[in-house]
């Protein structure tokens, strides 16, 4: 015996430590997300990962346990020296509004994840990327089962003129190249402005009143009651806007987009 | 005499096409909003370019206006505070944001027995200067409001009207012609000021009394103005100088033509602006794109 017990015992112990501490940092090992998209911040909890996120911004509100999670500031305007402090190895940047801490992100050597979706096909796609980037694509392919299956075509037999207003001053209102024009033709209607090939377009009052629509969705708290020239809209002389919908449920990219096309559905074939 | 008549029937005209000419069919409902807005044009267009032509009358100097004596950018200021603090435009901020900045450029400028002119204009831009930067920091914290006060800041005739704004905006215009109704009666005191102020103090007007009616009543208007249309640009500027041209420096005359030539210019800016594209294009870009051109034209002529 060249051993004595003691030493025996000693290097089993060690090698126990190292077994423990390494069996730790295989966890610990694991993604920390951080996340400037309050739509992938949903997602990613519908795909069972929301507690690899260790940042997110102010805006990401839902589920409730996103709120727990520790914040690096609007969505407009993350803090990189808080992202950087969490020491994530994945930051979900939004782009175009948030390209310029990408570059700086990328300087620092941190690996990002790009979401900018302007259709559904692009929801689906960025859904898939990020459960192949995750391990997660059984995860990640149900989901996008789930939301193809509620958010299926339907096709009346005349489509519903719908016009979205998003902001009253200026107006802004949706264009073709936007998820929600995708959901509004999907539900059986068809987006007034959808000729215009933009995201979130500035219009003016006449071309609203021009194109006469027969349902108004007013994603803002401000109505849109008494003003002047837009009585003769067929949706203000049917009474048919809506002002009481959801804005996350369809200006938001993620899984509760099918509540809100539910309501668009409901709305537009009543 | 004939000047009169062409430049009525040129304001005539401008009414006719603002109305009349668009991209689409006309029914009572776009005519009332045509209406309502080529009203809103003569209202912001005048009272811009009337303020323009007191200012430069007042201070001897073809570079004053609303926007160089920072009362434009201080009311710009008032208003998007008022959109952080509200969500909605307050006249009353937009007043008190032209009125500060107007009282802090006219006490850096005054000196006893009148005002330093150059030192007026320095520290109007200063002050401009300034207020563009603390606006800039409330877009940076607004984030949803940013559209609105890009708007605001370059002015926009398209302003929705409705039940909540109609009345207040009636109200605001009838003040804001009042009040250049009595600015009109000091046509001759300008024309005495505008000599030099040493003939004008011989003569016995009271310079430091009247200088401070002039300045805080124009801070006034301009706040007025910009809390309905925004802060529209170059009118102030350019439209007293054609009106110098046309009828010469006696203010009886200026004054009133500087009113209705605004009046057309922004009208028309304005129906260009609606008919090029179904996008709202900011009437300030219009004015500048088709005003700066026009104005070298005239100069070199």
């Known amino acids: 015996m060249y051993f004595s017990k003691n030493t025996l015992l000693f290097c089993g112990g060690l090698a126990l430590v190292c077994l423990i501490s390494c069996a730790k940092e295989q966890i610990g090992s694991g993604y920390r997300i951080v996340s400037l998209s309050p739509a992938m911040t949903e997602m990613l909890f519908s795909l069972g990962a929301g507690d690899k996120l260790v940042g997110v911004t102010t805006f990401c509100d839902f589920p409730v346990q996103a709120k727990k999670i520790r914040k690096v500031g609007d969505f407009s305007h993350p803090s990189i020296e808080r992202i950087v402090a969490l020491k994530p190895n994945l930051v979900i940047i939004n782009l175009p509004e948030q390209k310029r801490i990408k570059g700086e992100l990328e300087k620092l050597g941190i690996n990002t994840f790009v979401s900018s979706p302007n259709s559904l096909t692009d929801i689906y796609q960025e859904l898939s990327a990020i459960g192949r980037e995750l391990d997660l694509e059984r995860q990640a392919d149900s989901l996008i089962e789930y939301m193809k299956h509620n958010l299926q075509v339907t096709t009346p037999d005349n489509r519903k003129r719908v016009f979205v207003e998003i902001s009253p001053r200026p107006i802004v209102t949706i264009g073709a190249a ?18 215009l090939n933009k995201d979130y377009p500035v219009v003016n009052q006449e071309a609203v009143i021009t194109r006469d629509p027969e349902i108004i969705i007013v994603l803002h708290p401000k109505g849109i009651t008494g003003r002047t020239g837009w009585q003769k809209i067929q949706a203000i002389e049917n009474n048919r806007i809506y002002t009481d919908l959801n804005p996350d449920h369809l200006m938001r990219p993620g899984p509760r987009l099918v509540d809100g096309f539910r309501q668009l559905k409901r709305i537009i074939n009543d | 005499m004939t000047k009169t008549i062409l430049v009525i029937a040129v304001f005539l005209l401008a009414v006719a096409v603002g109305i009349l000419v668009g991209p689409t069919h006309l029914d009572s409902e776009i005519l009332q909003l045509r209406i309502s807005r080529v009203i809103l044009g003569i209202f912001a267009g005048g009272v811009l370019a009337f303020c323009g032509c007191l200012l430069q009358g007042l201070f001897g100097n073809p570079l004053v206006e609303p926007y160089t004596l920072g009362s434009a950018s201080g ?78 800041l370059m002015g926009y005739l398209g302003v929705i009207i409705d039940a909540t704004n109609r009345i207040m905006i ?125 104005f070298i034209y005239l100069y070199k002529k």
Do not use: W
């Open chain 2, 170 to 294: 009636i109200i605001l215009i009838v003040i804001s012609l009042g009040l250049v109704a009595f600015l009109y009666r000091y046509h001759r005191e300008l024309d005495i000021i505008s000599q030099g102020t040493e003939t004008a103090a011989g003569l016995g007007i009271d310079i430091q009394k009247f200088s401070l009616i002039i300045f805080f009543s124009s801070a006034l208007l301009v706040g007025l103005t910009v809390s309905i249309v925004g802060a529209i640009g170059f009118v102030g500027l350019i439209i007293p100088h054609v009106s110098k041209l046309l009828f010469g420096p006696r203010h009886r005359y200026n004054l009133g033509a500087s009113f209705i030539l605004g009046s057309t210019f922004l009208v028309l800016a304005d129906t260009l602006s609606r008919v090029i594209t179904v996008y709202e294009l900011p009437v300030g870009v219009v004015t500048s794109l088709v005003g700066v051109p026009f």
């Open chain 2, 75 to 152: 009311a710009a200021l008032g208003a998007s505070v008022g959109i952080l603090i509200f969500g909605a435009i307050s006249p009353i901020l937009a007043f008190f944001g032209s009125l500060g900045v107007g009282f802090f450029v006219y006490t850096v400028a005054r000196i006893e027995g009148g005002l330093l002119r150059d030192r007026l204009i320095l520290a109007g831009v200063v002050l401009s200067f300034l207020c563009s930067s603390l606006v800039m920091i409330i877009m940076v914290l607004g984030g949803r409001e940013l559209y609105e006060i890009l708007y605001l």
């Open chain 1, 178 to 195: 936007t998820f929600l024009n995708d959901l509004i033709e999907r539900a059986g209607g068809v987006n007034i402005f959808r000729d």
